[in-house]
């Protein structure tokens, strides 16, 4: 029997800039991030794409965005998976992390940064995406039965939205 696994790379709300004598770690999201992340948290709940897994960078503003999403799409905020690993890292750690999870798992959503949550989409996407804008989400899903196959084969459907689309 084929199964699924589905792939959801969310980078973070829109950051606050304004707090220059904060280190990027900790920057919050400023209020458009915050509506941001309502507005396509709200767009996977109407298509009922509720993950199984959320693994987020552990910056505040990743984690501040990860938890919005987990309030709308209903999933337990004490179940989220805070990994520093994300911060500020490469595709191959990206890609460690993914063909690590369960596979038992097969809705994994990821929140973290640019340019290496970009670099990781296009890892699987024959068309390319210049970048993906705050609180833009890639949607990838791959014919399989593990995630450590992933890098080995192309999603059979994939989306690209963000707030401005």
Known sequence: MTAYKHLYIVRHGKSNQDFTNV???ERPLKERGVNDSYKMASMLMQKKEIPQLIISSSAIRALHTAMIFA???????????????LYMSSIDRC???IMKTDKTINSLLLFGHNPSFTDLANYFLQDKIDEIP?????????E????????????????????KK
């Open 23 to 25: 280190p990027d770690y």
């Open 71 to 85: 309030r709308v799409l209903k999933y337990p905020l004490n179940a989220i998976n805070v990994n520093d690993d």
């Open 95 to 97: 890609l460690e992390i």
């Open 134 to 142: 705050t609180s833009g989400l890639v949607a990838l899903k791959f």
């Open 144 to 163: 399989t039965n593990t995630w450590s196959d992933i890098i080995k084969i192309k999603p059979t459907e994939y989306l690209f939205n963000h707030p």
